[in-house]
């Protein structure tokens, strides 16, 4: 019995000494290969530095007029960038150990990985979607959703669904792995309604900054699209919508035939343009000492924007084109004044804008009667004064757009767009709307504002024509009232 005793515990002991030597054969072999992966990105590391450097050095005792040199290390660039990428590759691929709990202590397990994004904590729409979902009535909800979104929940689910299809198939070829609709146009609303940048945005939404910039590119870019869901909320009126808001602009300002007020803003950049656009006076704006895109619009008494333009040079050129081709605001004719001049559908804009025959300006200087006439045409522009206030109180990005010049238009339209879905659906003004300052009208902008010697002249005629025809109805009004008090 002893001596199968004694056996028994030599084999053990045997046993364990093997396994001891695997394990470190295995520590050993890790080792060497943690070992001889530092050692190559190091070397390579170095060895691009070297590359580079190389490179640098050549390129400051090369002579200006010699470009042989310059040829000749062409392919040293390749090679450069590709051991960067190498570096990179290793970098991200390499092996990392992962400690493993065990009765003993911890033991540490090379695993390989691939590191498609880093943990984020905290969810602004996960805390907001669940206390919608469960915790509070729908009064308090649209409260909440109005703080963070600038609309209530039901119109938000509303703009999710507008949103949608566009979306999705953007998302299936552009992007890895696609948000939840929800989440993506919640994301971006947040941005545009607080003016945050994406970093911000991406820290409260447990996203990547990059996910945030390609999710408000793809929003923005389904609201301001004219073969999307721009046509739908912005369009320029006809039949009975004209009507109404012909009607309901002629009850505040008892102007016939006006239709829409017309005034443009200066929307603050960020980011300082390029020097190649420094020559463009529309995205300059000395007179406020700030680089700036220059939005356009056309409003109704609702301040529903029904004509919007943004960028570039020509503004409000599609609209006027489209007047002189006779394909907008043609109808109904009125035939006014004393002589019977026909005046069409028109809108009215600041004093400082060219008069033309479908845009009138007031006078600015006369006597009593024509000042009193300056201000119906004011109460009918007022309209759209408070339209840019409120816009820019809904959509704070607007005053100061952190985002490059080339997506800005996009941006400012999309706002815009946003603004009548909101107008439509009835929202309720907010209420820091008051103190938002306003920027508009005052400057015009060489190329943007033209008009011809015709244009001018029957601009006037037509003017003067509704000023005779709004002082003899006054007279009328008020005479059986003197006669009355007589």
């Known amino acids: 019995m002893e001596d199968n005793t004694l056996k028994r515990s030599r084999e053990e002991e045997e046993e364990e000494e093997e396994e001891e030597e695997e394990a470190e054969a295995e520590e050993d072999e890790d080792e060497e290969e943690e070992d001889n992966g530092v050692g190559l990105q190091t070397f390579m590391s170095l060895s691009s530095l070297q590359t580079v450097v190389s490179m640098e050095l050549c390129k400051d005792f090369r002579p200006w007029h010699d470009t042989a040199l310059h040829t000749d290390t062409s392919p040293i660039i390749s090679v450069a960038f590709l051991k960067l990428v190498l570096v990179a590759a290793a970098s991200l691929y390499g092996p990392c150990y992962v400690p493993l709990e065990e009765e003993e202590g911890y033991k540490y397990k090379k695993v390989h990985r691939q590191c498609w994004k880093l943990p984020r904590g905290g969810s602004e729409w996960s805390r907001i979607n669940r206390g919608a979902a469960i915790r509070l009535d729908s009064a308090a909800r649209d409260n909440l959703f109005r703080c963070k979104y600038s609309m209530s929940y039901a119109c938000f689910i509303y703009v999710v669904e507008e949103l949608r299809p566009f979306i999705e198939s953007e998302c299936s070829v552009f992007i890895r792995a696609p948000l939840e609709v929800e989440r993506a146009v919640a994301l971006v609303i947040f941005r545009l309604a607080h003016g945050l ?192 206030k409120l816009l820019k109180t809904r959509w704070k990005i607007l005053r100061c757009m952190n985002v490059h010049l080339i997506h800005a238009s996009q941006l400012a339209i999309a706002c815009c767009v946003l603004h009548n879905i909101c107008q439509l659906w009835g929202e309720p003004d907010p209420e820091e709307m008051q103190s938002e300052s306003y920027n508009g009208g005052g400057r015009l902008i060489p190329g943007l504002h033209r008009a011809d010697e015709q244009s001018r002249i029957a601009g006037e005629e037509i003017r003067e024509a509704l000023f005779r025809d709004w002082v003899r109805r006054s007279l009328e009004e008020h005479s059986p009232m003197l006669s009355e008090q007589k």
């Open 197 to 388: 940048s994406a970093r911000q945005v991406a820290e409260k939404y447990n996203v990547g900054a990059s996910t945030v910039g390609k999710y408000t590119l793809i929003v923005t870019a389904a609201l301001a699209d004219i073969n999307k869901l721009y046509s739908r909320y912005v369009a320029i009126p006809t039949g009975d919508r004209l009507a109404r808001i012909m009607s309901g602009f002629e009850h505040l300002t008892s102007l016939p035939n006006l239709c829409g007020a017309l005034d443009g803003t200066h929307l603050k950049l960020y980011f300082k343009p390029a020097r190649h656009y420094y020559s463009s006076s529309s995205y300059s704006a000395p007179s406020y000492k700030f680089h700036s895109v220059f939005l356009q619009a056309v409003c109704d008494t609702d301040r529903v924007f029904w004509h919007i333009s943004c960028g570039g040079g020509d503004g409000d050129g599609s609209l006027h084109q489209k007047i002189r081709d006779g394909v907008a605001l043609q109808e109904p004719v009125l035939p006014v004044g004393g002589i019977g001049v026909p005046v069409k559908p028109f809108v009215v804009s600041w004093k400082g804008r060219p008069i033309e025959p479908f845009c009138i300006t007031p006078f600015g200087t006369g006597d009593g009667l024509r000042r009193a006439f300056d201000e119906q045409l004011l109460k009918g522009f007022s309209c759209v004064q408070e339209a840019f």
